[in-house]
């Protein structure tokens, strides 16, 4: 073969390689096997060994460089980099269209909803469509250059060339313009996170947060070599400079946001696989929903949409603050969610002897923390979302809740399996004791009729020792397991009674850590008496009312005396929460415990002489919020602070917000704060008003 003819060959492969390489990483549509590829790719790069003056920086030999940099250039982006405003409900959205009309008087708006994705900014520079640089945000003027990386992720192409795809109305003129900047997210899939993680494990390293995080690490590494092996995809959604050509206005190359994401998409390169047009705020409103739900099944964590004002001639009139544009407003989810592949069903017995279906998964990151297990709430539920063991499900976790599984991918189902039946499952008796069952309609669920069943006792000890009861530190489940287990314990007084000698024999405790814990349960003889209430574990009574009940009757004895109306006469105590005091103290079992931690000196009352909390001090009786990061107190210990003196300490700030206090860096509500005219605290403030 002469040099002229390898010339033509090699841009015959090229093209072909590359029409393949789109179709297997962009579209999902492979068309060949992956030996049919890799031939093509071996004659390729035999040619260009061959006729090694015949390659090209663009040719897919190329992804992967030379020798590991040193450290990573800076480079300016054309364009800033901006970054979004928050909203988190639908109300904030509303006010944002408000905001849009008022600066396009009389004005059509539309609107682009696209999904915001949780993944790693970058921005790449094509130059007569070929990828020249790729670049982190940095601080949204320079960022790093990380071309090198950029290169080795498959789904990047190294040249832009338009694709006809039957779904796009393409300009059959699109040609890549002379300069075009790219904005994008680079994102880890989730199954290659997985798969990465486990390597990781075997080989000794530390497994990564999540997919954000790994994403993040792999692209700051200076050895291009490594970043190839990781499984990096991008998706992009936006446009920075453009130069579009022989006087051709910058503005015609792209007038929406959807001509945007069209163009994107036909130049070759990945995006965003569902958004939408909407006419109005309210259509945007109604699409969320089924948003939220179908993000689910991409392959990227989204973490909320994204709303664009669709006109890009409206963008240059709307302008921008210092840190976001006023065309677009990311609405974030508060709900975090993954999908992972359920392993099995089990059983949890609660500590009121509930029984619930417990979600054994796969491990998967989710808000900040690794997920094996999740909860299934109860039988009906897992009939309702046809739940079956080897689905691949969703988890989602909203802020300190357990997560939950919240749906199934039907399409992802395996063939061979068969709806979970809970009794065949449960065989009549309780999983962890055996002992009879029945279902309680109150609750939709099963509950274990033994009240000395080991796995519930086990249960209202880890509640008794929760931070938000009886704050008992050391005593976690390992302990209780081994407590219960060694019939050290029968009920939550019987902790008083432990010595070191007896904690000292157990697994994981030497000497000290024993006496520690004995330690930890003496201290929590002194806690306010609330707490006590609260770890009890009463049914329908948790932390919130446990202290105005405490507040409220000052000591347990006149709580034991109270009938039910006059349970009722305390703030939000209904007539279910009233009953089911009534029968706690009624249970001669109850009474025993109660007995035996009176006579181990356990806080029973208020200090004497204290009265009801919400009749002292500034803070009495008054709602409040807190935003920012304090620098004298964690949110927790000022949120506890607050509590003591009365105050009623809320997350979301509204027109019955007395007072918003304020740390560093505040959210958006403090902007919320200031819309509803809620009178604002900053720390100094507070030196005088807390007792
Ligand atoms: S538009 C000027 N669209 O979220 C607006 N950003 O929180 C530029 N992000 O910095 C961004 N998905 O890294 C836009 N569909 C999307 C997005 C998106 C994720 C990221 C982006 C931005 C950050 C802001």
Request: aromatic residues 6%; contains cysteine.
């Amino acid at each position: 073969m002469n040099r002229t003819q390898a010339q033509a060959r090699i841009e015959r492969l090229r093209a072909e390689l590359n029409r393949h390489n789109r179709l297997y990483y962009v579209e999902t549509a492979q068309e060949i096997s992956d030996r049919a590829y890799d031939l093509l790719y071996k004659e390729l790069q035999d040619l260009e060994t061959q006729f090694p003056d015949l390659v090209t920086p663009d040719s897919p030999t190329q992804r992967v460089g030379g020798e590991p940099l040193k450290e990573f250039r800076s480079i300016a982006h054309l364009q800033p980099m901006m970054s979004l405003d928050n909203t988190y409900n639908f109300e904030e959205l509303r006010a944002f269209d408000t905001r849009v009309r008022k600066l396009l008087p009389g004005e059509q708006v539309e609107y682009v909803l696209e999904p915001k994705i949780d993944g790693v900014s970058i921005s790449l520079r094509y130059v007569h469509g070929r990828l020249l640089l790729g670049a982190t945000r940095g601080d949204g003027t320079t960022g790093d250059d990380i071309t090198a990386n950029i290169r080795t992720i498959k789904s990047i192409p190294l040249s832009l060339s338009p694709v006809l795809n039957r779904n796009l109305a393409l300009n059959p003129n699109l040609k890549p313009p002379p300069l075009l900047e790219v904005r994008g997210e680079a994102y880890m899939p989730l199954a290659g996170f997985q798969k990465m993680n486990a390597a990781r494990a075997r080989a000794g390293e530390e497994s990564l947060a999540n997919p954000r995080n790994a994403t993040a690490g792999s692209l700051k590494q200076l050895d291009p070599r490594i970043v190839a092996q990781r499984p990096l995809a991008a998706v992009f959604y936006a446009i920075g400079a453009v130069d579009a050509g022989a006087g051709a206005p910058a503005a015609a190359f792209c007038p929406t946001q959807a001509a945007v994401l069209e163009t994107l998409k036909a130049l070759g390169l990945p995006t965003p696989q569902y958004w939408w047009v909407c006419r109005d705020m309210e259509e945007v409103i109604r699409r969320t929903a089924d948003f939220q739900q179908r993000a689910a099944d991409l392959p990227y964590e989204v973490d909320g949409a994204v709303v664009k004002v669709n006109r890009r001639d409206q963008w240059t009139r709307l302008g921008a603050t210092a840190k976001a544009p006023r065309y677009a407003i990311a609405y974030k989810y508060s709900h975090e969610q993954a999908r992972t592949r359920l392993r099995a069903i089990t059983i949890q017995v609660g500590r009121t002897g509930v029984l619930t279906p417990v979600a054994e998964l796969e491990p998967v990151a989710l808000a900040g923390s690794t997920i094996a297990r999740a909860t299934l709430h109860n039988e009906e539920e897992i009939k309702r979302k046809d739940i079956r063991v080897g689905d691949l499900v969703i988890v989602e976790k909203a802020g300190e809740v357990i997560p939950a599984v919240v749906g199934v991918a039907p399409d992802q189902r395996p063939p061979d399996t068969r709806p979970f039946d809970i009794q065949q499952h449960l065989r009549g008796q309780c999983p962890a004791c055996g002992g009879p069952i029945r279902r309680d309609p109150e609750f939709v669920a099963w509950r274990c009729e033994n009240i000395a069943c080991p796995a519930q006792l086990k249960r209202r000890l880890e509640h008794f020792a929760l931070r938000r009861a009886m704050d008992i530190e050391g005593l976690g489940e390992v302990l209780i397991n081994q407590l219960v287990e060694k019939q050290l314990v029968q009920d939550v007084a019987d902790l008083y009674s432990l010595t070191v000698a007896q904690l000292a024999g157990l697994d994981r405790m030497g000497e000290k850590s024993a006496a520690n814990v004995v330690a930890a349960i003496e201290a929590s003889k002194q806690r306010a008496w609330w707490r006590l209430l609260h770890g009890l574990g009463i049914l329908h009574i948790g932390e919130g009312a446990a202290r105005k009940l405490a507040d409220h009757f000052v000591s347990l004895d006149k709580l034991m005396a109270a009938d039910v109306p006059a349970l009722e006469s305390v703030p939000d105590c209904g007539p279910v929460m009233a009953q089911s005091i009534v029968d706690f103290f009624q249970n001669p079992r109850n009474r025993t415990v109660l007995n035996k931690l009176r006579a181990a000196g356990v806080t029973l009352s208020a200090a004497p002489g204290a009265q009801p909390a919400a009749t002292r001090g500034f803070f009495a009786g008054k709602t409040v919020v807190i935003t920012g990061t304090l620098q004298q107190w964690s949110r927790d210990e000022l949120r506890e602070r607050l509590r003591s003196q009365g105050a009623i300490v809320t997350d979301s700030v509204s027109r019955k917000t007395h007072f918003l206090i304020v740390g560093a860096d505040p959210g958006s509500k403090l902007d919320k704060a200031n819309t509803c005219g809620v009178p604002i605290l900053h720390e100094p403030d507070l030196a005088g008003k807390l007792a």
